[in-house]
């Protein structure tokens, strides 16, 4: 998979490139994420790359054409797939979304900055515009970062077998349960008794029902939706209620 992102801050990728999963998969060539920096393709005496907004207001706007320059120019170096713009007026990133870009054969990620980016760069060259949520960002570099590594995640051979795709829960719409390595004992707390025994289906019996009851207390949206038996509903249910008694 090539990547292409597309930014006024390229340094802005450094470490994340060169770091854990993101790291080890670019050297081994699994994976081709490249920052591109947008100045050098001003046509402007100074390489300006921003300019004020028609009309008025506060900031600057990225310019049309340095951007537009910048992805044909990607496209003629094999750079291939969808070109994003991250930018809270997309649809939230989910987990569905993820695992259908990673379907494709490259994407260009157009990070704004300011203001944002002239209208017709979006128009002439952006066919999809995702955010991360709904709150103010700086720029959309961290976005562009977390849509690859959540995309990058789902290219054969970036994860190793210990790390794979399947086995966080959030696969079936559930969040995981908690996790202890050691000391036994930290603080005075000690870690569940049931995870020290080694009965592994007693310990997976566990793992399911704390999963749902997490899910339940803190994500009530989530369990409603996750798949699971009558009977591991009513138990989830059952502990919720028992903790909601315990505060009086
Ligand atoms: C209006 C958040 C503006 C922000 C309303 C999530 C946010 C890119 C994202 C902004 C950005 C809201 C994102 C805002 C983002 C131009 C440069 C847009 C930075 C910019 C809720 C600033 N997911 N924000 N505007 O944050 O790029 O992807």
Redesign the pocket.
């Known amino acids: 998979m090539k990547i292409a992102i597309l930014s006024l801050f390229p340094e802005m990728f450094e470490s994340f490139l060169n770091t854990s999963i993101i790291g080890r998969a670019r050297q081994e060539n699994l994976i081709d994420i490249r920052p591109v920096d947008i100045r050098p393709y001003s046509t402007k005496k100074h390489k300006n790359t921003d300019d004020y907004p028609f009309g008025g207001g506060a900031g600057m706007v990225m310019m049309a054409q340095p951007i537009v320059d910048c992805v044909r120019d990607m496209r003629s170096q094999g750079y291939k797939g969808r070109c994003i713009y991250?930018?809270?007026r997309?649809k939230q990133l989910n987990q569905q979304k993820v695992v259908e870009l990673a379907q494709e054969e490259g994407l260009i990620l157009l990070?704004?900055?300011?203001?944002?980016?002239d209208q017709r760069a979006i128009d002439l060259v952006v066919d999809e515009e995702?955010?991360?949520?709904?709150?103010?960002?700086?720029?959309?570099e961290l976005?562009a970062m977390v849509l690859t590594d959540a995309v990058a995640r789902y290219v054969p051979g970036v994860l190793g077998s210990d790390e794979s795709t399947g086995e966080e829960s959030f696969t079936d719409g559930l969040l995981e349960y908690p996790q202890y390595t050691r000391p036994r004992e930290f603080e005075g707390i000690e870690v569940p008794e049931v995870l020290l025994n080694g009965d592994h289906a007693k310990i997976r019996k566990w793992r399911r029902e704390q999963s749902l009851l997490t899910t339940l207390r803190v994500r009530p949206d989530l369990f409603r939706k996750a798949e699971m038996t009558p009977k591991e509903r009513e138990a989830a249910l059952a502990a919720a209620r028992q903790e909601a008694e315990e505060c009086y």
Do not use: M
């Open positions: 991250l930018s809270p997309g990070c704004g900055h300011y203001e944002g980016v995702i955010s991360l949520g709904d709150f103010v960002l700086t720029g959309g976005a």
